[in-house]
T-cell receptor, first 113, second 114 residues
Framework: GNSVTQMEGPVTLSEEAFLTINCTYT??????LFWYVQYPGEGLQLLLK?????DKGSNKGFEATYRKETTSFHLEKGSVQVSDSAVYFC????????????FGKGTSLLVTP | GAGVSQSPSNKVTEKGKDVELRCDPI?????LYWYRQRLGQGLEFLIY????????KSGLPSDRFSAERTGESVSTLTIQRTQQEDSAVYLC????????????FGSGTRLTVV
């Protein structure tokens, strides 16, 4: 079946550190891949997306590249800020699953000053 | 509306009671989804509507769970005879249904069954 595996959290970083949150997936066909972010007390928001191999999604300084050869979609940011503290969810929509998204369990990020 | 609106934001209910959770999607969004997020877990897909019909109910955990959508707008998720394991945040999302787009989520309803 379709599934997403994210690195376990929580992740604690100092401000301006480099961030990587790993995400790998299993899916049939050619899924679309997403990163969602949930800030404290808020709903899930789409952070970035990629719909085909080698696409790079980017937003707010975050980037993720759709790597079909390694079935990965790792999230990166060169210099994190305290305001980036949130829970990050990797998700996919497989071609055989209609419009339902498969989510990872989420990775909590805490950035300290 | 400007976003996806869910009500109530919090609900505490006694075990065995029925509850109704409401979702108002973004105007014009034809697709609507319900997910469940248990503490420390990822999001669990429950049901998907395209218009007023539900082509995919595969995620509903039991026959105590049901959902409907009317007027291609508001949706209600009903849980009958609630159990403690139903405690979770129930999230609604809507989308245009177009393949390349993700969803817009509401802030969720936190359900606590005591």
């Amino acid at each position: 079946g379709n599934s997403v595996t994210q690195m376990e959290g929580p992740v604690t970083l100092s401000e301006e550190a480099f961030l990587t949150i790993n995400c790998t997936y299993t899916a049939t066909g050619y899924p679309s891949l997403f990163w969602y972010v949930q800030y404290p007390g808020e709903g899930l928001q789409l952070l970035l997306k990629a719909t085909k191999a080698d696409d790079k999604g980017s937003n707010k300084g975050f980037e993720a590249t759709y790597r079909k050869e390694t079935t990965s979609f790792h999230l990166e940011k060169g210099s994190v800020q305290v305001s980036d503290s949130a829970v990050y969810f990797c998700a996919l929509r497989a071609s055989n699953s209609g419009y339902a998204l498969n989510f990872g369990k989420g990775t909590s990020l805490l950035v300290t000053p | 509306g400007a976003g996806v609106s869910q009500s109530p934001s919090n609900k505490v209910t006694e075990k065995g009671k029925d509850v109704e959770l409401r979702c108002d999607p973004i105007s014009g969004h034809t697709a609507l989804y319900w997910y469940r997020q248990r503490l420390g877990q990822g999001l669990e897909f429950l049901i998907y509507f395209q218009g007023n019909s539900a082509p995919d109910k595969s995620g509903l955990p039991s026959d105590r769970f049901s959902a409907e959508r009317t007027g291609e707008s508001v949706s209600t998720l009903t849980i009958q005879r609630t159990q403690q394991e139903d405690s979770a945040v129930y999230l609604c999302a809507s989308s245009t249904g177009t393949e390349v787009y993700g969803y817009t989520f509401g802030s969720g309803t936190r359900l606590t069954v005591v």
